[in-house]
């Protein structure tokens, strides 16, 4: 194979590309984007509590499968407080099963990429649209953990 | 960088990715191969779409012919990771894209579905290859989750939940 600049970005497996990018959003979101990042935030506080609702009712296993998503949620938490330059609040309690929880996340998709659209700051865009590609690939799982449960029965 | 120069290495990165598609289809059968027959044929699509919006010439990169790969690729398992990196590659330039570029626009739209589609594709393949890291922050650059992140106060959790940035999964 052909060793060239841009074969090497690919055998870093992406790290000597991403070197060359921007490690955080290097400044407060615009008042433009400020509604938005509550809203989302919101959301993100809700789905939190809706997982610590239904960790509460789950065996070990499944409570730990859980657990890794919950970790997933808390730390978009993390990133959109930091993009407003909030304090840390705990979410809310919550209510929510599994099935729940999917549907939680398949329904959010729409709106946080509506989001990332209309963000003005592009940081808080990428950050919005990332929270929506990994709540997408967390309503796939959920929904295929779902199908495969119901083909046990 | 710009909105130009995020696109033209997104485009440069699908290149990759089909590339190396081309190379782990070679080591998968059944139903990995299908679903990575169907993920070549996705990131065709994704290429087509970043040449329609690059506003200039410049801005359309040529393939190479070939592309050297992160590890030797010669089992299921090694296919499998490869794709999980081709699609954090591709995680990676999306938000570049979404990033560089103004709101409401087709690049702006672009890059967010783009960066939905391969997130659902790589954690697909990492659940076919038995790995849970799945990252918090697709396509996000390194260290951004770790400035972000708060702790988790969920018992159950471990320390392999810790986000990783595009492309840093092996």
Same mark, same amino acid.
């Given at each position: 194979?052909?060793l060239?600049?841009r074969?090497?970005?690919l055998?870093?497996?992406?790290?000597?590309?991403?070197a060359?990018r921007?490690?955080?959003?290097?400044?407060p979101a615009?008042?433009?984007?400020?509604?938005?990042?509550?809203?989302?935030?919101d959301?993100?506080r809700?789905?939190?509590?809706?997982?610590?609702?239904?960790?509460a009712?789950?065996?070990?296993?499944?409570?730990?499968?859980?657990?890794?998503?919950?970790?997933r949620?808390?730390?978009?938490?993390?990133a959109?407080?930091n993009?407003m330059?909030e304090p840390?609040a705990?979410?809310?309690a919550?209510?929510?099963t599994g099935?729940?929880l999917?549907t939680?996340?398949h329904?959010?998709?729409?709106?946080?990429?509506?989001?990332a659209?209309?963000?003005?700051?592009?940081a808080?865009a990428?950050?919005?649209?990332?929270?929506?590609?990994?709540?997408?690939?967390a309503?796939r799982?959920?929904a295929?953990?779902?199908?495969?449960?119901r083909?046990?029965? | 960088m710009?909105s130009g120069a995020a +696109?033209?290495?997104?485009?440069e990165?699908e290149? #990759?990715? +089909?590339?190396?598609y081309?190379?782990a289809?070679g080591?998968l059968?059944?139903?990995?191969?299908a679903?990575?027959?169907?993920?070549l044929?996705t990131h065709?699509?994704?290429?087509?779409?970043?040449?329609?919006?690059a506003?200039?010439?410049? =801005?359309?990169?040529?393939?190479?012919p #070939?592309?050297?790969?992160?590890?030797?690729?010669?089992?299921?398992?090694a296919a499998r990771r490869? #794709?999980v990196?081709l699609? =954090?590659?591709?995680?990676?330039?999306?938000?570049d894209?979404?990033?560089?570029?103004r709101p409401a626009?087709? #690049?702006?739209?672009?890059?967010?579905?783009?960066?939905?589609?391969?997130?659902?594709?790589?954690a697909?393949?990492r659940?076919?290859?038995?790995?849970?890291d799945?990252?918090?922050?697709?396509?996000?650059?390194p260290g951004?989750?770790?400035?972000?992140s708060q702790?988790?106060?969920?018992?159950?959790?471990?320390?392999?939940?810790?986000?990783t940035a595009s492309?840093?999964t092996s």
């Amino acid at each position: 194979m052909q060793l060239t600049r841009r074969s090497l970005l690919l055998a870093a497996g992406g790290l000597a590309l991403a070197a060359c990018r921007p490690k955080r959003p290097a400044r407060p979101a615009s008042v433009a984007d400020r509604a938005a990042l509550v809203s989302v935030l919101d959301a993100e506080r809700t789905l939190v509590a809706g997982y610590d609702a239904a960790i509460a009712q789950q065996d070990a296993v499944a409570a730990g499968r859980l657990g890794l998503e919950r970790d997933r949620h808390a730390a978009h938490i993390g990133a959109l407080q930091n993009a407003m330059r909030e304090p840390t609040a705990s979410a809310n309690a919550g209510t929510a099963t599994g099935s729940a929880l999917g549907t939680m996340l398949h329904e959010s998709v729409p709106t946080l990429q509506a989001a990332a659209n209309a963000a003005v700051d592009g940081a808080v865009a990428a950050l919005f649209a990332s929270i929506a590609a990994e709540h997408s690939a967390a309503a796939r799982a959920a929904a295929q953990t779902g199908a495969a449960k119901r083909r046990r029965r | 960088m710009t909105s130009g120069a995020a +696109i033209r290495a997104a485009l440069e990165a699908e290149y #990759a990715v +089909i590339y190396g598609y081309g190379v782990a289809g070679g080591r998968l059968r059944g139903r990995d191969l299908a679903f990575a027959q169907e993920r070549l044929a996705t990131h065709q699509e994704w290429r087509d779409q970043l040449l329609a919006v690059a506003s200039s010439a410049a =801005d359309r990169p040529a393939p190479l012919p #070939a592309y050297e790969l992160p590890f030797p690729v010669e089992d299921p398992a090694a296919a499998r990771r490869l #794709a999980v990196r081709l699609e =954090d590659g591709a995680a990676g330039a999306a938000w570049d894209v979404v990033a560089a570029s103004r709101p409401a626009t087709a #690049a702006r739209r672009l890059g967010v579905a783009l960066l939905a589609d391969v997130a659902v594709a790589a954690a697909d393949w990492r659940t076919r290859g038995h790995v849970d890291d799945d990252p918090a922050f697709p396509g996000a650059p390194p260290g951004f989750a770790q400035a972000d992140s708060q702790p988790s106060t969920t018992p159950t959790t471990s320390p392999s939940s810790t986000t990783t940035a595009s492309g840093s999964t092996s």
